[in-house]
Structures are given as structure tokens and as C-alpha cells.
């Protein structure tokens, strides 16, 4: 009796932490959307309130960009600018008040930006953390590499 008991809470403990992670996994999924949404739209007000304000990116252009001013700059001034933005976040890891999410993403970037009109099969690695100052989940750091096409 004791012992079906014990299971029983253990798999009930189990489902409840399934059901937060997948909670957790559908908010910062669509965070992850909004984020792509925003960068393809240049919608600056949007992206301020999706990354910290200490956010930092290896962006594809081979440059670590450190603060979330100096890549809203890159927006504005048409660097980073694209006619289709397409992100598939394919794994999702769970950590403290930190969620790591790494998929690809297909991109053309628009004209004046590097490789314009050519499309572009890049990997990324978005790192979300909670904000302690506003409860919010923001973009903390993110990786985004080109992948070389095969000859």
C-alpha cells in the first residue's frame, strides 16, 4: 500500500513537472517567434522589449555585437534586413530560470545588407533568461552562423 502510494505522487510530480516544462517550452517558443518576427519587420519597440538590455550576438556577419543598442543601430541601418525570415527551433534545454533553444533558420537578406537576395540556411542558438528586475523572459544571447553550401 505504501509502496503504490509513493509511485503514484512520484508519477504525479513527474506529469506536473512535464506540464510546466511544456508551459515553459510553448512561452519561450513563442518569444522565439516573436523575436524572428520583429527582427524580419525592423520593429524596434518590439525587440527592445524581447532582449535585455545587455544582450550579446555573434552575428553571422562574423561580428560580436554587445549591446542591444548597437544591433538595433545594425537594423536601422540596414544590415541586418531580410525579404524571408524563416526560424525551426528544433531542441529545447531546460535550466534554472534559463531556457537554450537551438535550431536553424533560412534567410534572404534584403538589398544593402551582406549577401543580398542570397538565401541563406544558417544554425542558431537563442539563450532566454528570466529578467530578476522585471519577470520577464528576454533574449539574452544569441549565436547565428552561416552554413556553408556544399560544392
Not at 508551459?23 to 524596434?44: C, M, Q, T, V
Amino acid at each position: 500500500m505504501k509502496l503504490s502510494f509513493i509511485i503514484y505522487l512520484f508519477a504525479s510530480f513527474q506529469m506536473l513537472a512535464q506540464n510546466e516544462d511544456l508551459k515553459l517550452k510553448e512561452e519561450i517558443k513563442r518569444l522565439d517567434y516573436a523575436h524572428a518576427r520583429a527582427i524580419f519587420e525592423g520593429n524596434a519597440v518590439a525587440l527592445d522589449s524581447l532582449m535585455n538590455d545587455d544582450v550579446t550576438v555573434n552575428h553571422p556577419t562574423n561580428r560580436i555585437v554587445k549591446e542591444k543598442k548597437e544591433l538595433l543601430a545594425l537594423i536601422r541601418k540596414g544590415v541586418i534586413k531580410y525579404t524571408t525570415f524563416e526560424r525551426t527551433p528544433e531542441k529545447f534545454l531546460f535550466y534554472k530560470d534559463m531556457v537554450v533553444i537551438m535550431g536553424s533558420e533560412i534567410v534572404t537578406p534584403a538589398k544593402g545588407a551582406p549577401n543580398a537576395g542570397k538565401k541563406l540556411q544558417r544554425r542558431y542558438t537563442n539563450i532566454w533568461m528570466k529578467n530578476n528586475n522585471n519577470n520577464k523572459w528576454q533574449l539574452y544571447i544569441r549565436h547565428a552562423n552561416n552554413i556553408c553550401p556544399n560544392k
